[in-house]
């Protein structure tokens, strides 16, 4: 097992020289980051593709592009998010002046998963650069081509000290987590979370989880049906179901049942052709341990449509199924693939009574033009985020902090909510003698 302990030594040093604590320095960082992207851009298409056989349109947009723009959101807000504010002095402290100062935390450990594996790799360096942090990042071991490409890209424009990318498998995470970093960002399971929170507690280090779970996705009868079985379709099917946001299970209001399948049918094929196997632009499932979970899934209840498998090139075709009760195996854990299970339900009750005693989702989607059922979800249930009459898409605006609570995760991230991650507020009184 490699020793860390030279790596950190010369990033704490670099990060003692105050070098990144220059906002000019952090935004020529980003930058020639953001430059790197672009001149990389066909080398990501490509090892995402060798990776997952992510189509290059879903690729361009869902690695590169929020990429590109949270560098660039960053770039233009920077030197304000890390100005030094006055605030408010209560008048027992007449003649004093208050101010938060946003300090680095110094060295920051990015650990990285597969299913998107550029950008959420990179998205969280882009706020621990912008807080003014050195970096080591983890990219993840199952999608090798972009492990590779990640190293290549930082390891040969960046000094070691600074940023720098170490590949490798969970004895390098465990490693690595056992040196005394500054702040921990961590993207995956929630069993791994566990673990990183453990090691993480050994040093008081703060973390950020960025975790999974069962996002739910409700469809109440007065929903526009043939949107939602849209939106459900493209946050659902988009990299195979391989989305931590992505809608994991369907409770819909049994009157509109049939109808929402219906249009889920229409919608696949209209997407990927009336027969997906021969679609060779549908992501794969990203190895032979994933395929098998999904694949005995497909035995829980009844398939509606989809159902086709092919282990020899990792393909699972996008699947309904209807029938589902809590207690099958599809609805123990995050099903994280092209799996849709569907359970039906007569009174909203019903479903915050089963959602709330389960583990808190990462995301949770309602389907309803009925402000009164928005507003009762949403003061009733605890999730990290979402939306309504929509799927995935809250999880691309730089106005909302993305992230998870209990079980999904701790922390936030993306826009100004990057930036106050991984910095941390100095609360300073200023007093004068004079
Ligand atoms: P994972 O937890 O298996 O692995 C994530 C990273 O942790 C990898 O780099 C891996 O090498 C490392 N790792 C694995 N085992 C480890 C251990 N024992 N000790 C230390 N490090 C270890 O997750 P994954 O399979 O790569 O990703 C899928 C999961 O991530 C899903 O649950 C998904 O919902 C979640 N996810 C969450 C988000 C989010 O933003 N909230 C985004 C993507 C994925």
Request: glycine letters at 6%.
């Amino acid at each position: 097992m490699n020793n860390y302990q030279e790596l950190t030594k010369k990033q704490l040093s670099f990060f003692n020289s105050g070098k990144t604590k220059d906002v000019a320095f952090r935004i020529e960082t980003l930058k020639k980051l953001r430059e790197l992207v672009v001149r990389h851009e066909d080398d990501i298409l490509k090892t995402v593709k060798a990776d997952l056989n992510k189509p290059e349109m879903e690729a361009k947009r869902a690695e590169v592009g929020l990429v590109l723009s949270e560098i660039d959101f960053a770039v233009e807000n920077l030197a304000e998010w890390a100005a030094p504010k006055e605030v408010e002095t209560p008048s027992t402290h007449a003649g004093a002046k208050s101010y938060i100062y946003q300090d680095p935390y110094g060295l920051a450990l990015v650990i990285a998963p597969w299913n998107y594996p550029f950008q959420l790799a990179v998205s969280p360096v882009v706020g621990a650069i912008a807080a003014g942090n050195c970096v080591v990042l983890k990219p993840s071991e199952l999608t090798p081509h972009t492990s590779s490409l990640l190293a290549k890209m930082f390891n040969e424009n960046f000094p070691e000290e600074y940023l720098t990318v170490v590949e490798g498998e969970v004895e390098t995470s465990t490693a690595l987590l056992k040196e005394n970093f500054d702040y921990i960002f961590f993207t995956g399971s929630t069993m791994v979370g566990k673990i990183v929170a453990e090691a993480a507690a050994k040093h008081l280090t703060p973390v950020t989880l960025e975790l999974g779970g069962k996002s739910p996705t409700i469809v109440h009868e007065d929903a526009n049906i043939e949107e939602a079985a849209k939106r459900i379709a493209r946050g659902k099917f988009a990299n195979a179901g391989q989305t931590c946001v992505a809608p994991d299970y369907i409770l819909v209001q049994r009157n509109v049942k049939d109808e929402l399948l219906a249009n889920l049918k229409q919608v696949v094929t209209n997407t990927y052709g009336e027969d997906v196997s021969q679609n060779l632009d549908f992501p794969h499932v990203v190895s032979e341990k994933h395929f098998d979970r999904l694949n005995s899934f497909l035995t829980n209840g009844d398939i509606v449509f989809g159902g086709k498998t092919d282990r020899s090139r990792l393909f699972i075709e996008p699947t309904v199924l209807d029938n589902i009760s809590w207690e099958d195996n599809v609805m123990q854990d995050e099903i994280f693939g092209p799996i849709l299970p569907v359970i039906v339900y007569d009174e909203i009750s019903e479903v915050i009574e089963a959602i709330v005693k389960r583990p808190k989702p990462l995301a949770l989607y309602l389907f309803s033009e009925d402000e009164a059922v928005q507003d009762h979800i949403l003061n009733s249930v605890s999730f990290g985020g979402g939306s309504i009459n929509d799927t995935i898409n809250h999880m691309t605006s730089h106005y909302l902090p993305f992230g998870g609570v209990g079980d999904s995760g701790m922390g936030a991230y993306h826009g100004k909510a990057s930036f106050d991650t991984f910095s941390h507020a100095k609360s300073i009184l200023k007093r004068s003698n004079k």
